[in-house]
């Protein structure tokens, strides 16, 4: 059998952390190896067990999810952690820098066991958790807070079917989506999804869809 994979859960709110740890722990493939209550005891704790997934708050004492995200997986980092943001969506302003930072993903504090279990397995994986539904909120609430850099779509080293597909993630649209969108095939969507990353070496869906809104490439 296959190790199970190894998370630790970091959120201020002891209900929430008891309650995330419960579920994940019911799961034989998954394994919580420690819990936290703030940022800074996040990154100390990741970096000493060395887990699979960190599951993260955005706002907390001492030191906030965002730039815990940053100290284990932003640029520059050597060994980089799947952190996976939980937020409660009206309230954390800044869940985009979070992604920014280097996040793998993110879910909404109310959504259902399923998805929290659903969320850390993909992550785990090295894929993006990145629903489409959610991504158009998000996207949409704070693309105005983003600057674009300068530049143009003629700076971006993508052909323009791929420049084509990138807005279309940018836009939150899954692969099955786009594919209907421009009548291919969900395999030739996952083909275009692959260059685009490895051309703009990039780690996933997540940091596409940054690029893209950095880049001025989506309105």
Request: charged share 25%; net charge neutral; with cysteine.
């Amino acid at each position: 059998m296959n190790a199970p994979v190894r998370v630790v859960i970091c959120d201020d709110q002891a209900l929430i952390r008891t309650g995330f740890a419960t579920i994940v722990d019911a799961q034989p493939d998954l394994e919580v190896v420690g819990e936290c209550g703030d940022g800074r005891a996040a990154v100390d704790l990741a970096r000493r067990l060395n887990p699979d997934v960190v599951v993260m708050d955005v706002r907390m004492p001492v030191l906030d999810g965002i730039e815990a995200t940053r100290l284990l997986a932003g640029a520059g980092v050597a060994h980089p952690v799947k952190v996976l943001v939980v937020t409660t969506f009206n309230l954390d302003e800044y869940v985009y820098e979070a992604l920014r930072a280097g996040a793998s993903g993110f879910l909404l504090k109310d959504a259902p066991p399923a998805q929290l279990l659903h969320g850390i397995r993909t992550v785990a994986t090295g894929a993006a958790l990145l629903a489409p539904e959610v991504t158009r909120q998000l996207v949409g609430r704070y693309a105005a807070r983003i600057r674009p850099a300068q530049g143009t779509p003629d700076d971006v080293p993508l052909t323009p079917r791929e420049l084509e597909v990138l807005r279309l993630i940018a836009d939150g649209l899954s692969n099955s989506e786009i594919a209907a969108a421009l009548v291919i095939s969900q395999e030739t969507v996952k083909t275009y999804v692959s260059r685009i990353l490895t051309k703009l070496d990039l780690r996933d869906r997540v940091q596409a869809v940054v690029y893209a809104y950095r880049r001025g490439l989506v309105a």
